[in-house]
């Protein structure tokens, strides 16, 4: 647990510093978290919703975070994309979604 803990600070930092929309990049970068786990073939929980595009690739290798998803292992892939799934839930419980 302590290992997704450290993840976890490190990929927050990056995103406080590599982001100015938190709505949009996050979900950006829930996005590509998703198209990483489909790549790899790691099941997509339901819960997402997530439709394949039908035109266009899964992932986009100009992406905020398209690299450091290529270097995380499924499990941290998988924790990333969890996270980015709760923090855009609760972006949209405070009013910061663009719906």
Avoid at 52 to 74: A, Q, R
Wanted: glycine letters at 6%.
């Amino acid at each position: 647990m302590e290992k997704y803990r450290q993840l976890l600070v490190q990929f927050k930092e990056s995103f406080r510093i590599m982001t100015d929309n938190p709505w949009s990049d996050a979900l950006d970068t829930w996005l590509e978290g998703i198209g990483h786990m489909y790549q790899r073939g790691i099941d997509i929980p339901n819960k997402y919703e997530y439709v394949l595009p039908k035109y266009g690739k899964v992932t986009e290798s100009d992406s905020l975070f398209h690299e450091m998803f290529i270097i995380y292992s499924n499990e941290e892939v998988i924790f990333i994309t969890e996270f980015l799934f709760r923090y855009l839930r609760f972006l949209k419980h405070c009013g910061a979604s663009e719906e």
